[in-house]
């Protein structure tokens, strides 16, 4: 078992110590770090955590094995430094840093034998690992082209004010929050990106947020892809690649269907997973060495250099190489 101090106690930290409080043999929440201990204070009663005002002084404690960050977006690289520099394990919720310049600084300030774990959830869910087998296992023959959708609507639920719907912390809409899920499965499942062209407006948040962001793909290997991101439509999770031989449709976080030449699709359907304990369970397996955390460090920088590419492709209206 694993003693982590969190830093970031919003509703997304929240979740993620709920996820596995209780519940996890492998991993759990001794401190949460706020700047307001009274507003935390009753969450880390129930759960027996201390609670410290900064991550500087969670770093210095023996009984804290390693660090979960949970912060603005803006704040991850800078923390990721402060960690190496302790020498704990750290992981980072998504997106990893919002630059390319700021993640490779935060990677380089690491030693290569450091866990450093992004927060990819998605990658966790059976179908995708499904999805993964069949495309390592050439069922889909070459893949050609994927059509990435995720959206959502949050309109009413962020509010001026809040990080979260700055432009700054959250460039390029609902890429972020929902989008970068997607380039980091395009990256996992098919090949890096290596150029991008997009475009991203706000047509009816009043929020800072754009709400409509579409972008096109290349990918190294010769494949392309596109990714939509919308912010005030229905909830929308939807991955289908195109190969040679067959197509495979992520409909839902649960549902896959693969389609081949002169046959019944076939529909497989799975129950949900808690994917945020399992991420963070994996982390933990990390940390004590049992395996390695599956989302590489070449796989983050990518991820984040197509993230950047995207925001400054709709800025300037042209192709930008990564």
């Given at each position: 078992m694993k003693t982590a101090a969190i830093a970031g106690f919003g509703n997304w930290g929240r979740k993620l110590v709920k996820s596995i409080e209780g519940t996890s043999d492998r991993l759990r929440f001794g401190v949460i770090i706020s700047r307001d201990p009274e507003r935390v204070a009753e969450d880390a009663n129930?759960?027996?955590?201390?609670?410290?005002?900064t991550l500087e002084e969670a770093l210095v404690r023996t009984d804290v094995d390693c660090i979960v960050l949970a912060t603005p977006h803006s704040m991850h690289a800078e923390q990721v430094k402060l960690c190496a520099q302790a020498g704990k394990p750290v992981f980072v919720e998504k997106p990893f840093a919002l630059t390319l310049a700021s993640a490779e600084s935060a990677l380089k300030a690491c030693p290569p034998d450091m866990v450093v774990a992004a927060g990819h959830n998605r990658r966790f869910l059976p179908s995708v690992q499904r999805l993964s087998q069949e495309i390592a296992a050439g069922t889909l023959g070459r893949v050609l082209f994927a059509e990435a959708n995720f959206s959502g609507n949050v309109a009413g639920k962020y509010h001026r004010g809040q990080w979260r719907a700055s432009g700054t912390e959250s460039p390029a809409g609902g890429l972020a929050?929902?989008?970068?899920?997607?380039?980091?499965?395009?990256?996992?499942?098919?090949?890096?990106?290596?150029?991008?062209?997009?475009?991203?407006?706000?047509?009816?948040?009043?929020?800072?947020?754009?709400?409509?962001?579409?972008?096109?793909?290349?990918?190294?290997?010769?494949?392309?892809?596109?990714?939509?991101?919308?912010?005030?439509?229905?909830?929308?999770?939807?991955?289908k690649i195109f190969g040679t031989e067959a197509s495979a449709e992520l409909d839902g976080e649960h549902k896959l269907t693969i389609s081949r030449q002169d046959a019944a699709p076939e529909v497989m359907t799975y129950d949900p997973a808690e994917t945020e304990r399992m991420e963070l369970e994996a982390f933990a397996d990390a940390v004590s060495g049992r395996q390695e955390y599956p989302v590489g460090r070449a796989e983050i920088l990518n991820g984040i250099a197509a993230f950047e590419a995207i925001g400054t492709s709709a800025a300037t209206s042209r192709w930008v190489d990564l």
């Open positions: 129930q759960i027996g955590a201390d609670v410290v005002t929050g929902a989008g970068i899920h997607m380039i980091d499965l395009i990256v996992h499942l098919i090949a890096p990106v290596s150029r991008v062209t997009a475009l991203s407006r706000r047509q009816v948040l009043e929020i800072e947020m754009d709400d409509t962001t579409a972008a096109l793909l290349e990918l190294e290997n010769g494949a392309s892809a596109t990714l939509v991101s919308l912010m005030a439509t229905v909830p929308t999770f939807r991955l």
